[in-house]
């Protein structure tokens, strides 16, 4: 039996603060399913590999993986399968930090310093993943932000964002153009879809059991179904299971 054989909808909504908050995560397995919400979040991978979504971007990720993305911006990170197996002894362990997109605008009023903030928030509303000596440097001061309170939290935390603004050491993630195009509501329909279809692969898919759990009929569950992206359900056992739900 895997982890995931009874789902659960988790809490989407992360610390509705007004300043930076810093979450150290050491699980079994990365648990949060596709969500999106008006904070900025830095992703630091310390531990655990799979496949992450950002936006419309598809891609594997390992121990290092650091990505900022801005407001209102899908994602998820995904374990490999293995991590879901009970008898393995994988961990999943990240820094992860969020922070409203204009706290930075709010420390001065110097219109260049506005300005190159509002450049970099811009480009964050693409997801960036960050490399090479930059990476090094932002490990060494995320270690340093997650023991940090007060005043010199807020020091790390703006020579963190120095560091990633000034750097070229990054890609970016979405295509160019990329807009977010669900709803809140659409993305916890689809986490319930994924959800179900990852717990019963191995079972059956009943496309009834599916579409009385987002209240709807089983015609309009399968409109629903064909008009979600391909790119969000990547793995080669989720397209089978929206496959079997779609022909059933």
């Given at each position: 039996?895997?982890?995931l054989s009874k789902p659960q909808f988790i809490e989407l909504t992360p610390p509705s603060e007004k300043t930076i908050h810093v979450k150290l995560v050491d699980q079994e397995f990365l648990?949060?399913?596709l969500h999106f919400h008006e904070l900025c979040e830095l992703v630091l991978i310390l531990e655990s590999f799979g496949k992450r979504i950002v936006g419309n971007n598809v891609a594997t990720f390992t121990q290092g993986d650091l990505v900022l993305m801005g407001p209102n911006i899908p994602h998820i990170?995904?374990?490999d399968d293995l991590f879901l197996q009970a008898s393995n002894q994988l961990r999943a362990r990240a820094i992860v930090v969020y922070f409203p997109a204009d706290f930075l605008l709010r420390l001065t009023d110097e219109h260049q310093t506005i300005q190159a903030m509002q450049q970099f928030i811009r480009k964050a509303q693409r997801g960036l993943r960050f490399y090479g000596e930059?990476?090094?440097?932002?490990?060494v001061l995320l270690a340093?932000?997650?023991d940090k309170e007060g005043f010199p939290k807020i020091i790390e935390f703006l020579n963190l964002i120095q560091l990633l603004q000034e750097t070229d050491e990054f890609e970016s993630l979405a295509s160019e153009g990329y807009r977010p195009t669900f709803s809140e509501q659409e993305?916890?329909?689809i986490n319930k879809v994924y959800l179900y279809v990852m717990s019963n692969f191995k079972e059956d898919v009943n496309l009834q059991v599916a579409s009385d759990m987002l209240n709807m009929t089983p015609n309009a569950f399968c409109r629903f179904l064909n008009a979600i992206p391909k790119s969000l359900f990547h793995d080669l056992s989720m397209r089978c299971g929206?496959?079997?739900l779609a022909n059933y």
């Open positions: 039996m895997n982890k648990s949060n399913p990170w995904r374990n930059t990476l090094d440097k932002a490990q340093k932000l997650s993305t916890q329909r929206l496959v079997m």
